[in-house]
Antibody, heavy 127, light 107 residues
Framework: QLVESGGGLVQPGGSLRLSCAASGFSISTYWMTWVRQAPGKGLEWVANIDQDGSVTHYVDSGKGRFTVSRDNAKNSLYLQMNVLRDADTAVYFC??????????????????????WGQGTMVTVSS | AIQMTQSPSSLSASVGDRVTITCRASQGIGDDLSWYQQKPGTAPKLLICAASHLESGVPSRFSGSGSGTDFTLTISSLQPEDFASYFCLQDYSYPRTFGQGTKVEIK
C-alpha cells in the first residue's frame, strides 16, 4: 500500500514536504507519480519520477517550485513544494506506475498505468 | 500541453443501462490513454490503460476503445457500484493531462 503524509495548513509563500511510504512492494522498479485534486474539482497530474530518480517531469505550474524525489532504500517518495499558492490547495495522491508494455503491430510500447494509489494528504494554502 | 475534453460532464442513468463516456484529445495521442474511476472521498482506481487494455480484476462490463484523438469508455450494463466519477488521462506527452471528469449519477 501507499500512505501519504506531510500535508497541512501553510501560508502563501511557504513550503511543505510531502512523503509517500510504500509497503508490500519495492518502489525501486516503478515510476512513481503525484496527482492532486482541489476541493470539488477534477484530477491534476503533478509530477513523476523514474525508477532511480534520474528523470523527473512536472506540471507547468509546478516547474521551479516543486521537486519530486525518492529514496528507494527507504521505499519512499517525496514532493517538496515551495512558494506555495492558494491554487495549490488540494488533496495530494501518490501513485505507482508499472509502465506496462503492450505490442502494437511489430512494436512494443510502454504506457502509464497508475495501478495503486494512496489515500491522499490534504494541503491547504491560506493566510 | 495536450487538452483532454470529456463529455458529458455528468449523466443520469439507470441500473442495466449502457453508458458511454468520451474523451477527445487536442492532438493525436495514439493509444496513450487510461481511464480511472473515483468514488467520493476515495482515491482513483485504474480501469483501463493503453486505451483498451482492461486492468486485472476490473469487470468485463467496462471496455475502452479509440485512438488518435477520440476515445470511449463504455459500461455495457451499469451496476449500482458503478455510480462514480470517471477520468481519462493521456500519457502521450508531458505534462500528462486528465480530462475534467464525468459524473455518473443514478436516474
Amino acid at each position: 500500500q501507499l500512505v501519504e503524509s506531510g500535508g497541512g495548513l501553510v501560508q502563501p509563500g511557504g513550503s511543505l514536504r510531502l512523503s509517500c511510504a510504500a509497503s508490500g512492494f519495492s518502489i525501486s522498479t516503478y515510476w512513481m507519480t503525484w496527482v492532486r485534486q482541489a476541493p470539488g474539482k477534477g484530477l491534476e497530474w503533478v509530477a513523476n519520477i523514474d525508477q532511480d530518480g534520474s528523470v523527473t517531469h512536472y506540471v507547468d505550474s509546478g516547474k521551479g517550485r516543486f521537486t519530486v524525489s525518492r529514496d528507494n532504500a527507504k521505499n519512499s517518495l517525496y514532493l517538496q513544494m515551495n512558494v506555495l499558492r492558494d491554487a495549490d490547495t488540494a488533496v495530494y495522491f501518490c501513485a505507482r506506475d508499472p509502465t506496462p508494455s503492450f505490442r502494437t503491430g511489430d512494436r512494443w510500447n510502454a504506457y502509464d498505468a497508475l495501478d495503486m494509489w494512496g489515500q491522499g494528504t490534504m494541503v491547504t494554502v491560506s493566510s | 500541453a495536450i487538452q483532454m475534453t470529456q463529455s458529458p460532464s455528468s449523466l443520469s442513468a439507470s441500473v442495466g443501462d449502457r453508458v458511454t463516456i468520451t474523451c477527445r484529445a487536442s492532438q493525436g495521442i495514439g493509444d496513450d490513454l487510461s481511464w480511472y474511476q473515483q468514488k467520493p472521498g476515495t482515491a482513483p482506481k485504474l480501469l483501463i490503460c493503453a486505451a483498451s487494455h482492461l486492468e486485472s480484476g476490473v469487470p468485463s462490463r467496462f471496455s475502452g476503445s479509440g485512438s488518435g484523438t477520440d476515445f470511449t469508455l463504455t459500461i455495457s450494463s451499469l451496476q449500482p457500484e458503478d455510480f462514480a466519477s470517471y477520468f481519462c488521462l493521456q500519457d502521450y506527452s508531458y505534462p500528462r493531462t486528465f480530462g475534467q471528469g464525468t459524473k455518473v449519477e443514478i436516474k
